[in-house]
């Protein structure tokens, strides 16, 4: 994703990038990945910021999962 985001930025002028991440149920490896510095020092977060994360949930079951986690408590 890394050398995406760079070769991106590189090659065209760009205003905003959207990354889109199904399948992972936590962002927070995607904002660490903005401030991971390479073996020369540098980092996505040199070139570009990390502005907002956006979540969405599955608003259909949501209530059971919060129920099963207070039971499991």
């Known amino acids: ?5 760079r070769q ?3 090659s065209q002028h760009v205003d ?3 990354i ?3 399948g992972i149920s936590d962002p927070l490896p995607i904002s660490v990945a903005f ?3 390479n073996k020369s020092g540098k ?5 570009c910021y990390l502005d907002t ?3 969405v949930i599955d608003c259909f079951n949501i209530l059971d999962y919060v ?3 207070q039971i499991q408590d």
Request: glycine share 0%; net charge positive.
């Open 53 to 55: 994360i956006i979540t």
């Open 16 to 18: 905003h990038i959207l």
């Open 67 to 69: 129920i099963y986690l």
């Open 43 to 47: 980092c996505v977060s040199d070139i």
């Open 1 to 5: 994703m890394i050398r995406k985001i």
């Open 35 to 37: 401030e991971y510095k």
């Open 20 to 22: 889109e991440s199904s």
């Open 8 to 10: 991106l930025i590189r």
